[in-house]
């Protein structure tokens, strides 16, 4: 008798073993959507990869990712998102590109991670992963503490930004001189920032002092005036500092019409927003120093090694984001003990990722970012 009670036992101890084994490597499953045909396939691919490396980082075999084709539309967006669905996916890293996410409230069941840094206008399940505006401006308010700038211009491009960034100037409560928006036409641009400048002005003034002295019994005059030639305008600028919100050739377009006002970098202190480290503005040697908030140089560096080592060829920008939101994931998911809920965004929380610190609030993700500057022919760390 006792010999079957023992024999008893050790089946149901193994069985409750096995179930437990069993419970225990149940796949957390992952939706991953990303145009992986058209125009953009190679976006796609490189995320794809991206998370691959991810998922040989965490090392657990719980977590699942099922990627699915986007092909950059909304509406094979929101089927692949049915198609994850029905296999049993509740969270989703993608969409990429903002216009993708518009009928994605049709499951509201399913959280998104988008990869864009547009927050305006999401849907409500829609969580904007990238590294927005609302995070660079925080990060621009630190370093004017820093340098005790007080007395900013904020120039805002006509174009499909501009309500994003005027968002993210209400909900930082960045100090302000003013805000300017310009024309993305050059045709258009150096006369608008000439009016911004108070160029004509500037140029008046300087014509009136060289006919002043001229026409004075000053001792001097003769050197005096030689030395305002030299000038091209006269007077003062009633603002200390300017952001930039624009990027590549736009970037350098409005830049280059400061310096034609005779408001240089030199003058004024130039900053912009998040460049991901152009190396075009490095020979841009005119308008430096420029200052900009952006994420972490030396883990952006080694990812692209470690990238390129496994799949000898560079990655896109958004592959290091899409590396990090499998990290960010795989941490909320260890700290809800591993069970897929809407709360594990809404909670306040923290995570250190590659690009820099995750904040998440109430649905909402924003990042701790560092600051550069670009000067003698390189990036310089600020903070």
């Not at 953009?40 to 990869?49: F, M, T, V």
């Not at 130039?270 to 952006?294: A, G, M």
């Not at 470690?306 to 260890?334: R, W």
Request: charged share 30%.
């Amino acid at each position: 008798m006792k010999t079957y009670i023992k024999l008893f036992t050790i089946i149901i101890i193994s069985i409750c073993c096995f179930l437990s084994n069993a419970y225990s490597y149940d796949k957390i499953k992952i939706g991953l959507i990303v145009p992986l045909s058209g125009e953009n396939s190679e976006i796609g691919k490189s995320i794809i990869n991206s998370v691959r490396l991810a998922i040989n980082k965490i090392d657990d075999d719980r977590i699942e990712i099922i990627p699915r084709d986007t092909k950059s539309n909304p509406i094979d967006t929101l089927r692949a998102s049915k198609d994850l669905y029905d296999k049993g996916v509740r969270i989703i890293i993608g969409p990429v590109f903002n216009e993708n996410v518009k009928y994605l409230d049709d499951l509201k069941e399913i959280t998104f991670l988008s990869l864009t840094n547009k927050i305006k206008y999401n849907p409500s399940n829609v969580i904007s992963a990238g590294v927005n505006a609302i995070s660079q401006i925080n990060t621009i308010k630190k370093f004017k503490k820093l340098k005790d700038i007080e007395r900013t211009i904020f120039l805002i491009p006509k174009n499909d930004d501009k309500k994003e960034i005027e968002l993210a100037i209400k909900e930082t409560n960045i100090k302000l001189k003013d805000k300017f928006v310009y024309d993305i036409d050059p045709t258009l641009l150096t006369a608008q920032i000439e009016k911004l400048t108070r160029y004509s002005q500037r140029k008046q003034n300087l014509k009136d002092e060289i006919q002043r002295l001229t026409n004075s019994n000053d001792s001097n005059k003769k050197r005096k005036i030689e030395n305002l030639k030299k000038r091209d305008t006269l007077g003062g600028i009633n603002f200390d500092s300017v952001i930039i919100a624009d990027f590549d050739q736009s970037l350098k377009s409005v830049a280059t019409s400061l310096l034609y006002t005779d408001v240089s970098s030199k003058r004024i202190t130039y900053i912009t927003l998040n460049q991901w480290f152009d190396r075009s503005l490095l020979t841009e040697k005119s308008l430096h120093p420029i200052y900009f908030p952006s994420i972490n140089k030396e883990n952006y560096n080694n990812f692209i090694l470690d990238y390129k080592s496994k799949y000898n060829t560079n990655p896109n920008q958004l592959s290091f984001l899409s590396f990090d939101l499998v990290g960010l994931l795989y941490f909320l998911l260890y700290e809800n003990d591993f069970k897929i809920s809407k709360k594990i965004f809404y909670k306040k929380n923290k995570f250190k990722g590659k690009i820099g610190i995750f904040e998440i609030s109430k649905n909402i993700i924003t990042h701790q970012l560092n600051f550069y500057m670009i000067e003698d022919d390189e990036f310089k760390k600020i903070f």
